[in-house]
């Protein structure tokens, strides 16, 4: 009986139609906002797909036009309460914002205000009259099928999350939440979520291991068990997924997918969030990346795409808050990414630029001994042709140990793959992606003038968008004590 139900909840589940794929939040809080156009070529050059937008910018609305990329436009929270209380607002928003835009702009999904039930709980008794609102104008356009209408929930509302089985929302949001899911079911959207493993690990005290948080390997005696399932967990963003699908299959609605608006990691923290770094942040988006696009599904439901929008395209540098919550971004406002995904082999997106345009160089400020020995091991035992760099020759100048490390380095790298290894040479080299080619000395790894980079260097431009919301930090009731007791239970497993 039990394994009946069980296979009549697994087909009635979530139709797998169509392939998983990555997107990516543009925020805009950014001193120096690169133009409309300037942000398509970066999405452009960087093959992004999908974006979602925290507003319906006309600008950038006019810029994606004919570009093929697919949008997700929001009502910021600041209009959801005149949205949600009249029909003709929410009708006159669609009108301007999606119905002059569509088709030539491919919006494919509204996100109705951010976090509303945990971030402006005034506004929530309106909230699904404004998705309805907003439904019924796409409706009058004949718009209701290709655009879907939700809104984003943050995971603090589902409570005892771990074990999964045992997920469900807080009850005291069950009279906004089903007329909700009942939305969602009726109309054949989806229920958006964010989800931030870097908050759930913070917020843990040290109970959710880090590699659990960044879909590191797990030995399979660590990964937790679901004692109720029996479903193995191997990272906190899948068993955030699975704690979604059982706390609405708990209110009866069991075909409702789930689409991931936010989930990423800073790169940079204060001095009490050691945990925001370079490679953590690098380390969690190339897994979610690779993740996501494997088309793994989640242990509940294999195979079921779970897309997801990365939190974010650029480092937000004028947002409020600690010094992560500047440092979400995959690039600077250069357009340079901060830090080179590890996505070999995964395929489309993020692929070319981020993952060849990588050198070698001679670190900043190491010491001259060390490096002038890398370089002689280099174009000694390492074997690199060192011929460029004799009197006379295109790479001789700058004559300096640096500028000779640095080709040496970068040549050594290539000829060995670029595995990330084959560039430390005792902690004096590191990767960039910035291009040491001067004058004639062509590095190794050059695309030089004919290469695919797209120059999407951004003047100063006077930003006229509202920016993303800001985090809500160890936010919501996520700490609340019964919480805190089930992961400790729980997390028993892992020790
Ligand atoms: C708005 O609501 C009124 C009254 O409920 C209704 O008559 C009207 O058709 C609605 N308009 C739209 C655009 O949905
Ligand atoms: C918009 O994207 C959807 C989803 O991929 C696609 O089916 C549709 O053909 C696109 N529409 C236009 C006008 O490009
Ligand atoms: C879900 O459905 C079951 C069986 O029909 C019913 O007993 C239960 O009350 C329902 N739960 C909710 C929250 O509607
Ligand atoms: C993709 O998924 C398959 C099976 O689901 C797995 O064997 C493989 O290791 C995955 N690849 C990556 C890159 O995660
Ligand atoms: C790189 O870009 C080319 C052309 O845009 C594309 O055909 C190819 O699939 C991309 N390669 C990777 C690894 O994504
Ligand atoms: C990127 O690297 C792969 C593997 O090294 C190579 O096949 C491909 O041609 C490179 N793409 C570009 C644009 O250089
Ligand atoms: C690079 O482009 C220039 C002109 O655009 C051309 O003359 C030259 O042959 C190209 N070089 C390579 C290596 O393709
Ligand atoms: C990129 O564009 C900027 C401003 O237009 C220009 O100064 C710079 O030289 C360009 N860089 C390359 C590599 O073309
Ligand atoms: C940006 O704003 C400043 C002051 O508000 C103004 O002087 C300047 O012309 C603006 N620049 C652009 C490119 O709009
Ligand atoms: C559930 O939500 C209500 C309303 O926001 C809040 O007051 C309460 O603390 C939450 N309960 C838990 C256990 O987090």
Redo the contacts with the bound molecule.
Sequence with gaps: MALLLLLLLAVSVVNADEDSYIGVNIGTDLSDMPHPTQVVALLKAQQIRHVRLYNADTAMLLALANTGIKVIVSVPNEQLLGIGQSNSTAANWVSRNVVAHYPATNITAISVGSEILTTLPNAAPVLVNALKFIHSALLASNLDRQIKVSTPLSTSIILDSFPPSQAFFNRSWNPVLVPMLNFLQSTGSFLMLNIYPYYDYMQSNGVIPLDYALFRPLTPNKEAVDANTLLHYSNVFDAMVDATYFAMGFLNFTNIPVLVTESGWPSKGDSNEPDATLENANTYNSNLIRHVLNKTGTPKHPGISVSTYIYELYNEDTKAGPVSEKNWGLFDANGVPIYILHL?GSGMVLA??T???TYCTAKDGADPKMLQAALDWACGPGKVDCSPLSQGKPCYEPDNVVAHATYAFDTYYHKM??TPDTCDFNGVAAVTTTDPSHGSCIFPGS?GKN??FVNVTAPSMNSTTSGSPAHNLYGGDFTSFITIVRVLIWSAVFL
């Design positions: 070999t070319n630029d993952t060849n345009q793959g670029k695309l290469g695919t």
